[in-house]
T-cell receptor
Framework: GAGVSQTPSNKVTEKGKYVELRCDPISGHTALYWYRQSLGQGPEFLIYFQGTGAADDSGLPNDRFFAVRPEGSVSTLKIQRTERGDSAVYLC????????????FGQGTRLTVV | DAKTTQPPSMDCAEGRAANLPCNHSTISGNEYVYWYRQIHSQGPQYIIHGLKNNETNEMASLIITEDRKSSTLILPHATLRDTAVYYCIVRVTLYGGKLTFGQGTILTVHP
C-alpha cells in the first residue's frame, strides 16, 4: 500500500495487560513518529525515530511505554501494565526525514483499556 | 517551539473562501509555520508550510504577516469535504522532528 499502515485498527484490552501496536511506514521513509490523541484533543507527541534509533523520546509518559524500530522500517509501540488512562487513538506518521518534508499519518489504532 | 493561538471554531459557506487565522507572536527567526488538518476519524494531513513568504499549493494559500507574528490559511473555495480540525504549528526547521499540536480550529463548511 502507498500509505502508513497501522494494525490493529481497534484494540480492547483489560487493565494490567500488555499490548503492542504496529506501524508500517511508507517505504523509504527514514523518520517515524508516534503520537497519541485523546478525545477532543490534538495529537500528543510520544517518540520520533530516525532510522533505527530513537532521536527524541521525550514524549513517552512513563517507563510503561516503549517503542522499537529494529530494522529502520516497521515500528512497534509497546505498553506494559495498561491503565484506563492509556485509552486513546495512537497515531503513527512517517516522513522522508529530510528538511521540512511533510509527515504522513496513518489512520491510527484506537486502544480501549477496560 | 513557539506557542500558537487559534479560534476554537469557525463556519464557512460552501464555495466561499475560508480564512483561518493563527497567532504566533513569539515565533523566532528559524521557525516555520505549518498547517495540518484532521478530518473526523482520520490521521492529520499536511496542508502547507512557510517561513516568511506567502505560499500557495493545490490545497491552500498561506499568508504570513511581515513581522511573522501571525498567519492566515486560506481555502479559496471551501467544500463540504473541507470540514475538519485545522492545526497551526510552529517549529524549528529540522531534518525530521516532532510536531506540537494545539487544540486547532474546528472548521464547519455549510451547504
Amino acid at each position: 500500500g502507498a500509505g502508513v499502515s497501522q494494525t490493529p485498527s481497534n484494540k480492547v484490552t483489560e487493565k494490567g495487560k500488555y499490548v503492542e501496536l504496529r506501524c508500517d511506514p511508507i517505504s523509504g521513509h527514514t523518520a517515524l513518529y508516534w503520537y497519541r490523541q485523546s478525545l477532543g484533543q490534538g495529537p500528543e507527541f510520544l517518540i520520533y525515530f530516525q532510522g533505527t534509533g530513537a532521536a527524541d523520546d521525550s514524549g513517552l509518559p512513563n517507563d510503561r511505554f516503549f517503542a522499537v524500530r529494529p530494522e529502520g522500517s516497521v515500528s512497534t509501540l509497546k505498553i506494559q501494565r495498561t491503565e484506563r488512562g492509556d485509552s486513546a487513538v495512537y497515531l503513527c506518521a512517517s516522513s522522508l526525514g529530510q528538511m521540512n518534508t511533510e509527515a504522513f499519518f496513518g489512520q491510527g489504532t484506537r486502544l480501549t483499556v477496560v | 517551539d513557539a506557542k500558537t493561538t487559534q479560534p476554537p471554531s469557525m463556519d464557512c459557506a460552501e464555495g466561499r473562501a475560508a480564512n483561518l487565522p493563527c497567532n504566533h507572536s513569539t515565533i523566532s527567526g528559524n521557525e516555520y509555520v505549518y498547517w495540518y488538518r484532521q478530518i473526523h476519524s482520520q490521521g492529520p494531513q499536511y496542508i502547507i508550510h512557510g517561513l516568511k513568504n506567502n505560499e500557495t499549493n493545490e490545497m491552500a494559500s498561506l499568508i504570513i504577516t511581515e513581522d511573522r507574528k501571525s498567519s492566515t490559511l486560506i481555502l479559496p473555495h471551501a467544500t463540504l469535504r473541507d470540514t475538519a480540525v485545522y492545526y497551526c504549528i510552529v517549529r524549528v526547521t529540522l531534518y525530521g522532528g516532532k510536531l506540537t499540536f494545539g487544540q486547532g480550529t474546528i472548521l464547519t463548511v455549510h451547504p
